[in-house]
């Protein structure tokens, strides 16, 4: 885990948390079957950070730049209604969410781990990353996490923000 100084300040202001899928929710491994379609492998413990986060009181969103029926299943499953796919541009549908919700940019916290996510890491108020995100990444963020995508980092990216809020 690497905590830039003023990361705790800002992780206590978040409000809503938005997250990539592909190298975030997931290890970033896209399998084609012959038979399935495409296969995704969530991580069950950050399933359970999300819908913790969710019961005490934090906003979850996902933003995307690809589309899957898959990611849109995982997403009801967690209780996650505001789910944007095929979002090239992340920075659009995050101006969006901050106007339906009345939410400064403060008051978001985006996990992304590649070069399309940038532009929105460096809107929002407490940027985090996967141990496996692209090194362009990590220069920028906030927290880069000790846990790689899919494997308990975005859960550990939420404990860190839910024990800055001493909310758990």
């Not at 492998?41 to 986060?53: E, T």
């Not at 919700?101 to 532009?119: A, M, N, Q, S, W």
Request: hydrophobic fraction near 40%; proline fraction near 2%.
């Amino acid at each position: 885990m690497k905590v830039r100084k003023n990361a705790l300040e800002k992780a206590k202001k978040v409000k809503m948390i938005l997250l990539d899928v592909d190298g975030v929710l997931t290890n970033g491994s896209i399998i084609y079957s012959s038979n399935c379609g495409e296969i995704k492998v969530f991580n069950a413990q950050d399933g359970y950070g999300i819908v913790r986060a969710i019961e005490l009181g934090l906003k979850v969103g996902i933003i995307t730049g690809r589309e899957s029926e898959i990611i849109k299943r995982r997403a009801n499953e967690l209780g996650i209604s505001d789910l944007i796919q095929n979002a090239i541009d992340k920075v659009k549908p995050f101006e969006e969410l901050s106007k339906k919700y009345g939410l400064d940019k403060e008051e978001f916290c985006y996990v992304g781990d590649d070069i399309l996510d940038i532009p929105l890491l460096k809107k929002v108020g407490f940027s985090a990353a996967p141990s496996n995100a692209r090194t362009e990444v990590k220069r920028i963020v906030d927290y880069i996490a000790s846990s790689s995508g899919g494997n308990g980092a975005v859960r550990e990216i939420i404990d860190f923000i839910l024990k800055a809020q001493k909310k758990i």
